[in-house]
């Protein structure tokens, strides 16, 4: 029988060759002969680390340090394994001890840095990098994590050249080729971003996320090549519980409920598993009034404040306390004026770490903590992930489910998201009697009159127009609306240009299909007051499926453009037909293609009936629930009175239909 000296060497001698089972192997037969051995322990959890059994390693390294607290090494691999296990603030401190008693490695004031990363931290993680790579400057892994620092920071030309210097070191690095897409995506160069991705993927094939980022960014400039094949492999990785695209990502894609909650539970339990103890909850408080949390980070000029600055202004203060927890900035707009004279406090959590945040949220005493991005945006996913409150909403920016326990309520109505549908979601449904969809009835249109040429436009012809972003547009949403070009004669279809590459891509695809690419007109991006009015010039707006129009329907609704929507089979892909029953029009809700082409050129043809159905539009616009902030914000408040009433008597999160109340008064 083998020696402990011989089992040692033999372990060493397999880690080096890169044989991790045998390895194993050695160190435990040794382990078994001698469980006090602390380099054997060590070296076991380094192998079970490099197998990713991280869960196994940790005891190993705590009975290691009860032998022996004086190697950095130690407390090194600990620290690595705690990252890796989701509990990034016990491996800062791992990493700072590891630190005290080896300031001279470069390993780890690199690896702090990455966990102060995980926390939220990229100021102080810059600093660690800033040391790591004075011990060390020809570590590509303290850059690369250095750009995702200065990414973190908004500070994207930064983040670019550091992760340049990365690739520059070692060129063959996926994990650098993913972060240079996310650059680019963040710096609004798809089609750059994209070509990053595809080299990502090139070098790993297996790489989370890094086949649904590469699909997302073709599909902003609309470039369709390679797509089909990108959306059968992620089917595949979802059925296979692979992390393969981000829910947000895949809500442009996916034609079924079911897969968007598969997407979001694997993208949840990998990027933001719970992280609270259940004997450390914040309590919802038993007296005075109801304390409601907005955490966002786009109170500012964008689509979701847009549509929600009227609920906040009309919020009940006899019943509520209304508090902005701000993940985002200022950027001095009057929509932003409007949220911070609406709301009783806020509370700036950008700069703040993940603990810090929930801290400080808990301090507020916040009972109902509502998240207004879910993935999308600025996000902190994090701080819900920490219990930051103790009853947490799921509402408005993110249209389905975030697969997340620890989201116990999301808020919808019963056109988005039928009774038949709450199989799909890890949350209970607040269901709202009219459009879960806030509105707000002051937004200004400008008074000034586009004329057709002002918008590029011909002086003749019928203009269909879709203002959606562009990765909504689908090859088969684009051949929908070649076929209805074609039935309507010196007709027009006037889309937003959010980049160069999908302009020039989807006049490419026209001539493909039999379509003069000069009957595609594109719009540049103006002051929403202008953008509103220039609607004026357009007939009909056709929505896209399988992502519908939402702030873009409402915009066009309350400029007064009848939209042409198909109903679809997730919350995404119904939220059209949702405005539009709730305006009184559902005669503009298809079934099918077909139908959905169908209206859309008999509407573009019968200019009486359009008339008539644009003179409805016009009678409902301040009669019909949509529009009726007062309505839907008594809605909310009922719906969170509710809430609150279940959770004081002790009762776990449960469905919720709200009544419809009366026309508000208020």
Known sequence: MASAAELFKRGIASFQQGQLAEAERSFRQLLRKEPRHPAALNLLAVVLVAQKKFAEAEPLLQSALKLSATSDATFYNYGLVLKALGRPDEAVQRFTQAIALNPGSADSWN?????????????????????AASLNPNDPATFFNRSRSLTRLKRYDDALVACDRTLAMKPGMAEAWFSRGFILQKLRRPAEAAGAYARALEIDPQMPLVKGDLLHQKMLTCDWAGTDRLISDIDRDLAAGRLSVEPFAWQGIAMSERSLQRCAEIYSANRFPARFDKSDLPALRTAGKIRIGYLSGEFRQQATSLLLVGVLEQHDRQQFEVVAIDNGFDDGS???RRIDAAVDGSIDIAALSDPQAVAAIRAAGI???????????????????RRAAPIQVNYLGFPGTLGARYMDYIIADRHVLPAEHRQFYSEKVAWLPDCYQANDRQRPIAEWTFSRAECGLPAEGFVFCCFNNNYKITPATFDGWMRILKQVPGSVLWLLEDNAAAAANLRREAVARGVEAGRLVFAERMPADEHLARHRCAGLF???????????????????L???????????????????????????VATSQSDYERLAIELATQPARLAAIAGTLRDNRLAAPLFDTARVTEHIETAYLAMVERSRAGLPPDHIAVAARPRASR
């Open 542 to 560: 056709l929505d896209t499926l399988p992502y519908n129009a939402h702030t873009t329907a409402s915009d066009a609704l309350w400029a007064g």
């Open 562 to 588: 009848p939209l042409l929507t198909c109903r679809g089979e997730t919350f995404a892909g119904r939220v059209a037909a949702s405005l539009l029953h709730n305006i009184g029009l559902p005669e503009l």
């Open 367 to 385: 009972d109902i903590l509502v998240n207004l991005n879910g993935y999308f945006g600025d996000a902190r996913t994090r701080v819900f992930a």
């Open 334 to 336: 009057a929509t932003r």
């Open 111 to 131: 690896a702090r840095g990455a966990a102060l990363n995980d926390l939220n931290d990229p100021q102080a993680a810059i600093a660690d990098f800033d040391r």
